[in-house]
């Protein structure tokens, strides 16, 4: 039969916690990775685009749209980022 003392008890609580604080930091990087993925959407549409999924289609055809329009090229960055 082991006894366990509060100096084990005290580390696990504190591995507990540290594990939670990981996990809460990076839900909130990835907030605020959002939150400006969805500022660059709005004001440069293509480069919105192009931090979320590269050089790719997608960035080609946001900025033929940007080009022709701005109004075409902020909805399309922000359906390609949020709503697809």
Do not use: C, Q
């Not at 605020?32 to 993925?37: P, R």
Request: proline share 5%; net charge positive.
């Amino acid at each position: 039969m082991t006894r366990k003392g509060p100096a084990s008890g005290l580390a696990v609580t504190f591995a507990e916690h540290a594990a939670f604080a990981t996990v809460d930091m990076a839900t909130s990087t990835e907030k605020i990775v959002s939150i400006l993925i969805l500022i660059a959407s709005i004001l440069l549409p293509p480069l919105g685009v192009a931090l979320k999924h590269g050089i790719s289609r997608d960035f080609w055809i946001n900025l033929i749209l940007t080009i022709i329009l701005f109004v075409p090229g902020v909805i399309h960055a922000v359906y390609v980022n949020f709503l697809r």
